[in-house]
């Protein structure tokens, strides 16, 4: 159960990372290209996926 938490928090966390290079248009192809609303909206699924792998590993003792 431990490694799906984490899969799935490190996928909303890489997911987030490239929403927030879309945005600041690092990473093009998209409509989301050069759109700063990406950078925040990518950051908070980064802080979001950073909470997920602490629940995913805090201690269980």
Known sequence: MRLTKNL???IVLAIGALWSLQGIGVV???FMTG???W???G???MLVGLA???W???GHG
């Open 28 to 30: 093009g192809g998209s």
């Open 43 to 45: 950051l908070a699924a």
């Open 56 to 58: 995913a590993n805090r």
């Open 35 to 37: 759109q700063s609303q």
């Open 39 to 41: 950078l925040y909206i």
């Open 8 to 10: 799935l928090a490190l």
């Open 52 to 54: 997920g792998l602490v």
